[in-house]
């Protein structure tokens, strides 16, 4: 029987060389985490909108899709990554988009809305027909006329490479609890493998001893054994 630590090894390399494939649709695009990042510069008409932004994206990445920022990190790279490599334009439009039906903004890549960085604006201003814009000096948000977004280039962003292909949206957990219950099933097989090669050799050790003890001589064998001697 053929202990199944190779089994688990092999499982173990399977996950480190996946995790190691991950990468970005090509080196104009610049990794951040889990997702990749382009600024397509002067590529939108005047008459241009949100909609032809968004196809821009996905013509030059399967996935991808106008930016859309999940927390402040995000935020800040972004922010430095215009500072120091993109040095572009001082407003990028965001992709994000004001649904009246449930009164609340959204990501058009349908990310959940779990962070903001809005510049201070009156509460009470109309938001029909409203998206966002980044200043990208700061990092600060504002809400524009989604008719009035800057065109002057478009931040497009999308999931890792692999990501997209073995961690689809909404199956992410269950994969990953999929992976830690087989590791735990196999490391159990392995410790029962182990523990039950332990117990038979120490099984065999022990009737291997019995069989070769010799037999204690007591008063009454030495006894008999003078009588037999006397009668003869």
Known sequence: MEPPFPALLCLLGLLATASGAAECPSSAWIPFRSSCYIFIQGTLEESDNIDEA??????????????????????????????????????ISLGMFFDTDDNAFKWFDKSEMKFTNWIEEESNEELLNTCASMYTKSGEWKKISCEDLPRTGTLCKTAFAYEKKYLPDKTALTTTLVIIFTIVVTVSAALFWFLYKRNMSSGALCITHHSTAEMPYSDETVLIDEENEYTA
């Open 54 to 91: 968004r196809n821009l994206c996905k013509d030059n990445a399967s996935g991808a899709d106008i930016i859309s920022i999940k927390n402040k990190d995000e935020n800040t790279f972004i922010q430095e990554t215009f500072k120091n490599h993109w040095q572009g334009p001082d407003y």
